[in-house]
């Protein structure tokens, strides 16, 4: 059965730095989103992306972040300034289409730790 | 703006016994509810939906859901708990705001299933 993939699994980066997790999407679907948890509280909605542009972004998806396809496989979301609040389980899901009937496939996430 | 709400961090339950994990929602239209289940070190794995139509939505590994729009609950259920169910269960709103292309997902806060042998 077709994955999402996330890499990589787990992220250290020093505060301040730009760190870049990537997804790979489920290869026919056409939609992608960015989630994130930080530790003991909800998953969180960051982004959607569609027909490389954003779809919708929540709060928390200020300047210092930013989505990108590069090529026709890759997903990815950069933090160009981390913060120790940037801290949390970053999930990266796709869907076939954006209608109600298609449901989103989640990742495994990466855990990304700021120090 | 649409919630979740999943009132137990827990719920502990001996193998063969019925699971129920509640979930309760909030939103202005029409909700379209999802649940989710996570295992250790792995994404969130789509469960069962409910879209429209019967209340009771029969989805994967035995589990279902019960809409109830008077209630505005969404709990999940399966009639006999296995050890391997033992997960972290999410329940989730999507918004259907028109102006939202978006198709974000609202989570609750999740529940952990403990299932004992």
Redesign the interface.
């Known amino acids: 059965e077709p994955?999402?993939t996330?890499t990589p699994?787990h992220q250290v980066t020093q505060m301040g730095q730009e760190v870049i997790l990537r997804c790979v999407p489920i290869s026919n679907h056409l939609?992608f989103?960015w989630?994130r948890q930080i530790l003991g509280?909800?998953?969180?909605?960051l982004?959607?992306f569609?027909n490389n542009e954003i779809?919708?972004?929540?709060e928390i998806f200020d300047d210092q972040f930013s989505v990108e396809r590069p090529d026709g496989s890759n997903f990815t979301l950069k933090i160009r300034s981390t913060k120790l609040e940037d801290s949390a389980m970053y999930?990266c899901?796709s869907?076939e289409r954006?209608?109600?009937?298609y449901?989103?496939?989640?990742?495994?996430?990466t855990r990304l730790t700021v120090t | 703006a649409q919630s979740v709400a999943q009132p137990e961090d827990q719920v502990n339950v001996a193998e063969g016994n019925p699971l129920t994990v509640k979930c309760t929602y909030s939103v202005s239209g029409n909700p379209?509810l999802?649940w989710?289940v996570q295992y250790p070190?792995?994404?969130?794995?789509?469960l069962l939906?409910y879209?429209t139509g019967d209340n009771l939505v029969k989805g994967s590994y035995g589990f279902e859901a019960e809409f109830n729009k008077s209630q505005t609950s969404f709990h999940l259920k399966k009639p006999s708990a296995l050890v391997s169910d033992s997960a972290l269960y999410?329940c989730?709103v999507?918004d259907?705001d028109p102006r939202?292309?978006?198709?974000?997902?609202?989570?609750?806060?999740?529940t952990r299933v403990l299932v004992k042998p």
């Open positions: 994955e999402v996330q699994s939609y989103y989630y509280q909800k998953v969180e909605f982004v959607s569609y779809s919708e972004k929540s999930f899901a869907s954006g209608g109600i009937a449901e989103q496939y989640f990742g495994p996430g | 379209y999802f989710y070190n792995r994404g969130l794995q789509f939906k879209i999410f989730a999507r259907m939202a292309a978006g198709n974000k997902l609202t989570f609750g806060g999740g």
